[in-house]
């Protein structure tokens, strides 16, 4: 069984800059969704992709935005980047197909806006 | 006022030790209750799992929610250095989408 795998582990971009973040969901998982983790935080539910539709969103602006693929897989997508953007990124795949509605995640990408 | 609430520590115990990690929440409509860990650097790792109230244990961790106070707790029994790592409590309700909140999170350490 394959598990979530996120690119690229690290990124550094400049203030204004666009970044596209990816994410491959694990084997047999259809729903992936995508946190925000700020250094000493807990993650915070940016939104979340079921069936290549936007299922559920948190309090982010629109400037994050986001894909899903046929083969599940998942983009998150950041426009005009802000120093506070400056955070791990954290992608989770699940099943709705399960009851218990676990999520697994990935290692994260280390986003670094200057 | 946060939804879930956790000590964020840190928390220093010898190893062999009792722990216990706790974190209360407002939002009544919360019906799923996990606990994740998280290595420096890594992404969180799910622990234990409980749906609505009760107590479950899994090896060494026991896990108890008790929804009429809104709080939930993690013990970890015989302390090992390899559980040392912040412990993230998060929690989802029964409809919509499959959003976690997560509390703050609680960096143990466990010394040999």
């Known amino acids: 069984e394959t598990g979530v795998t996120q690119s690229p582990t690290h990124l550094i971009k400049t203030r204004g800059q666009q970044v596209t973040l990816r994410c491959s969901s694990q084997?047999?998982?259809?729903?992936v969704s995508w946190y925000q983790q700020a250094l000493g935080q807990g993650p915070q539910f940016i939104f979340q992709y079921y069936r290549e539709e936007e299922n559920g969103r948190g309090n982010f602006p629109p400037r994050f935005s986001g894909l899903q693929f046929p083969n599940y897989s998942s983009e998150l997508n950041v426009n005009a980047l802000e120093l506070d953007d400056s955070a791990l990124y954290l992608c989770a795949s699940s099943s709705r197909t399960e009851s218990t509605y676990e999520q697994y995640f990935g290692p994260g990408t280390r986003l670094t806006v200057t | 006022q946060k939804e879930v609430e956790q000590d964020p520590g840190p928390l220093s115990v010898p190893e062999g030790a009792i722990v216990s990690l706790n974190c209360t929440y407002s939002?009544?409509?919360?019906?799923?209750f996990m606990w994740y860990r998280q290595y420096s650097r890594k992404g969180p790792e799910l622990l234990m799992y409980?749906?609505?109230?009760g107590n479950k244990e899994d090896g060494r961790f026991t896990a108890q929610v008790d929804k009429s106070s809104k709080y939930i707790s993690l013990f970890i029994r015989d302390s090992q250095p390899s559980d040392s790592a912040t412990y993230l409590c998060?929690?989802?309700?029964?409809?919509?989408?499959?959003?976690?909140?997560f509390g703050q999170g609680t960096r143990l350490t466990i010394n040999p």
């Open positions: 939002n009544s409509a919360f019906q799923y």
């Open positions: 084997s047999g998982h259809n729903t």
């Open positions: 998060a929690m989802k309700g029964f409809q919509g989408a499959q959003k976690l909140v």
């Open positions: 409980t749906y609505s109230s």
